[in-house]
């Protein structure tokens, strides 16, 4: 496996990780707590680096 793809599977798991955590904080804290405001940031992070990520590959295909 090259280590795109690694790393982009990676990026994926974590994304479905930090989604689960961020639906869990939203249900037992609100949508406005700082637990699910902080985890909305880190998805946002996580797919922003996906988005890169496929830009990257598409302008060498």
Request: glycine fraction near 2%.
């Given at each position: ?16 990780r ?37 830009r ?6």
């Amino acid at each position: 496996m090259s280590k795109d793809k690694e790393s982009i599977d990676y990026l994926l798991l974590e994304i479905e990780r930090v989604r689960e955590l961020l639906n869990n904080a939203i249900r037992s804290y609100g949508l406005s707590s700082e637990e699910a405001l902080f985890c909305s940031e880190e998805l946002n992070k996580l797919i922003i680096h996906v988005q890169l990520h496929n830009r990257k590959v598409s302008c060498y295909t």
